[in-house]
Structures are given as structure tokens and as C-alpha cells.
């Protein structure tokens, strides 16, 4: 499915009509270049569990972590992560099945992305704030 928003804010809603969809188990992997929006879809997600204001790219944490009332969220930057061993030594197996994942650079792990990964690539447009985003997977 591809959907055009034109702006940063359309951006966030759509995260958020994302949200409040999920079950407490999804890994999303979103794709795209830097300044696209994947922290503002981020941002839209998690702001529709009450949490405002808290949503910041994690590029120098690895991840950061969101408590909702119904599950964690777990928003991790793999920006830097090169090989397996950069991936593991995030923890992201061992946050494995505890919460809802939101990964950014997700073309970086591409090959540890497990079967049933709902995967969503933004893109610029010809307007400076549009952006094309398509999503594959079940949500």
C-alpha cells in the first residue's frame, strides 16, 4: 500500500494510525534516508499511547524504550550497525518478544529481520515535504 502525506505532521498521524493497530508483538522496520521522517512516524506511533513529547532519534542510545499502559516499545537506530556482532551487542535478541519493535536504517540487519517483519519505506517526493511511504505486511 502507498500512501502520500505532505508534511511532517501527516507523517506523525500516520504513526500513529499505525499504533493504535498493534498488538504488543510487531517489529516494524522502516527504511529510507536521512530526514525522511522515520522519527516523526516514530514520534506519531508512540504519541498515540498518551506519551508526548518523549520521542527522540536514538543514534547515539541505540534504543530507547517506551513504557505505554498497554506495552513497550522498543525504538532502536541501526544506523552504525555493520555486522552481527554490532547487532548483538545492542541487545536487540534479547529484547526479543517483549514489546513492539520500531527500527530505523533497518536496511542495515536486513538478513536478522525475522519472517512477518511489517516494513515500511518513506521517500521523498518531488515537494519538499511530501513524502511517498509504502507499506508491506500484515498490521
Do not use: Q
Not at 12 to 19: D, H, R, S, T, V
Not at 75 to 86: G, N, P, Q, S, V
Amino acid at each position: 500500500m502507498k500512501i502520500i502525506t505532505r508534511s511532517e505532521r501527516k507523517t506523525e498521524n500516520l504513526g500513529k494510525e499505525i499504533g493504535e493497530k498493534l498488538k504488543g508483538n510487531e517489529i516494524i522496520a522502516l527504511y529510507g534516508d536521512l530526514g525522511v521522517g522515520k522519527t516523526a512516524f516514530t514520534r506519531g506511533l508512540v504519541n498515540c499511547f498518551g506519551i508526548k513529547n518523549a520521542v527522540t532519534s536514538p543514534t547515539f542510545t541505540l534504543v530507547n524504550e517506551y513504557t505505554t499502559p498497554k506495552f513497550k516499545i522498543y525504538h532502536f537506530d541501526m544506523y552504525r550497525i555493520k555486522t552481527l556482532e554490532d547487532l548483538e551487542s545492542t541487545g536487540f535478541f534479547d529484547y526479543m518478544n517483549k514489546g513492539v519493535f520500531v527500527i530505523e536504517w533497518s536496511e542495515n540487519i536486513e538478513d536478522y529481520l525475522p519472517e512477518g517483519t511489517i516494513k515500511i519505506y518513506i521517500e521523498k517526493n518531488k515537494n519538499e515535504n511530501e513524502r511517498i511511504i509504502t507499506l508491506r505486511g500484515e498490521i
